[in-house]
Every structure is written in C-alpha cells, then in structure tokens.
C-alpha cells in the first residue's frame, strides 16, 4: 500500500470517530411546540364562563349604569328632594324604614295577600282547566262567562267583593285571584291538550289506567306550557294586589305608596317601589327555578 493511500486512511479513520464522539445536533424549537403558559389557559377557561353568563354580568351593570345616570341627571338639574331623591337618599330610606319596622310590616300584609290569591287562583286554574280541556263540549259552554269576567275592570267589580266580604286581607286576595286566575287556566288546557294522541294509544296499548295516563303523560307533558302561565299568574298576582291596596286598603305596600304620596316622602315612595320590584322579581325567580327543578328531562332534549 502506498504512502498516498495510507494516509487517506487514517484521516478517513479520525473522521469517523470524531463523528462518532460529537454531540448529537438538536433542532431549536419551535414557538408552536412550545408547552402553553398556565396563564393563557386561565384566561381561555375565564373567557369562556365570561360568554356564557354574559347576561348575568350586564345585569349589575346595566342596574350601577342607571343608578349613575339618574344621579348625574339630579347634580346637572339640582332637582329638589320631593321632586326627584338621589339613589343615596332612596336607599337611606330604605334602610331607615326597613330598621324602624314599617317596610318589613306591610311587606309581609301584601307578600300574604298576593300567596294566598295565587294559591286559590291556581288551584281553580288546574282544575278548572283541566275540565275544560278534556271537555271541549264544557268549554264551549263555560268560555263567554270566563271571557267576560277578564273585561269587567277590578274597580267595578271591588265594591261587590267589599260587600260580600269583610275581611280585609281575604279581599286584596280575591282581586289578585281574578286577575291571575285566566293565563293559568289557557296555559293549563293548552297543555292538556298539546299532548300528542300517538302517546295516548302507547298508553293505552300498555293497559294504562286513567290516573297513569294523567301523572305519567298529561301531566309532564303539559308542564312546560303550563310553568309559562304561572310565569304570568305570579306576576298579575302581584299587580292586582298593589292595585287594590291603591284603591281602599289601610295597610300594605300599597297603602305605603299613597301614604308616602300624601305625605310628600318622595324617597319613602321610591324605596316602596324598590321593595315591590325585588319582591316580584324574587317570586318570578322562585318559579323558574322550581321550573327547572321540576322538569329536569326538558334540558336533555336536543
């Protein structure tokens, strides 16, 4: 062998090995490959429970906007107090009266007058209306007297109520029963009716008795319908009492509103107002929630 061709060799040899003890080359990494920071994820997770409660955020907003506006309106226009009172001096009377007994006493006189009237008015609802909807023959009959108890206004019908009975609290109720008493009775035989009759003849192909077929079909297929007209009957359940506290009643959250009327008591007027809103809107919650409670399988439908 050459000379030449042996130092080829050699060096052909070190540069093997050199290869072979040289640390192995690794790639940068790249952004994209890069582990994501525990922040970005929190901010995903919050941007998502952001989207789905965005109504429950913009409610409080919306409500500390308002408050703002009606305030700045009253530093712009320097409006006296009788006139138009500050969202501070409102709430101030709010709490003076709520501590001094007066709010808490006539809230619970009209929070008693509005359950009883709505509880006569939906069990006459339910029952009433069930009759009708499983007798269209009855309801032919009985609609003109329903019909025209609902266009007869409550002030011509309040001094026969007074009459007939004595008791002031049973009175308030009984206005508060009409008014509630007709959105209940529709949602009721809208609902007994919306059953489908394919599901009638399952029932009856399994040897169903009546009283199956009226708790295990009617009676949850029409609750969603009929959870609607409690919605309503809640809320007019409401209004008919304050209405008729306006008119003749010596106690009650209406009774404090033509006091505070009288009387000039502008913020006494308006923390009334505000105890009523909260009241209604409380009562209107507690029924969508013993909705949801209630009809559970409706969320799982597509």
């Known amino acids: 062998m050459s000379r030449e061709h042996s ?25 994209e490959d890069a582990p994501m920071p525990q922040t970005s994820d929190t ?5 998502r429970w952001v989207r789905r409660n965005i109504q429950y955020i913009l409610i409080p907003v919306a409500l500390v906007g308002a408050l703002l506006t009606w305030e700045l309106i009253i530093l712009v226009n320097q409006y006296p107090t009788f ?15 709520w501590n001094n007994g007066i709010l808490p006493r006539h809230l619970r006189i009209t ?13 006459f609802a339910v029952s009433v209306g069930y009759l009708l909807a499983k007798s269209p023959l009855l309801e032919k009959i009985v609609s003109p007297y329903l019909i025209a108890t609902q266009a007869i206004p409550i002030v011509a019908i309040g001094p026969l109520i007074i009459i007939w009975i004595n008791t002031g609290p049973v009175q308030n109720a009984l206005i508060g029963t009409l008014v509630s008493f007709f959105p209940m009775l529709v949602n009721t035989i809208v609902g007994v009716r919306g059953v489908r009759e394919e599901y009638h003849e399952l029932m009856r192909s399994y040897s169903a008795s009546r009283w199956q077929v009226f708790t295990k ?9 009929f959870f609607g007209g409690v919605r309503v009957g809640v809320t007019l359940s409401v209004i008919g009492v304050v209405v008729v506290e306006l008119l003749w009643a010596d106690r009650g959250l209406g009774f ?27 009562l209107y919650i507690g029924v969508a929630i013993l909705e949801r409670l209630t009809i559970r399988w409706r969320r799982n439908e597509p």
């Open 7 to 31: 130092s080829r060799f050699v060096i052909s040899g070190k540069a093997r090995n050199l290869d072979a003890t040289a640390p192995e080359r690794t790639h940068p990494a790249r952004p």
């Open 43 to 47: 901010a995903m997770h919050l941007g």
């Open 83 to 97: 006139l138009l009172p500050t969202p501070r001096q409102v709430a101030q009377s709010f709490v003076e009266n």
């Open 111 to 123: 929070l008693f007058e509005i359950a009883l009237g709505f509880s006569i008015s939906f069990a």
């Open 217 to 225: 079909l009617e009676v949850p297929a029409a609750l969603p319908v």
């Open 256 to 282: 404090l509103l033509n006091f505070a009327r009288g009387a000039l008591d502008t913020p006494l007027l308006f923390a009334t107002v505000a105890a009523l809103s909260v009241m209604a809107i409380s």
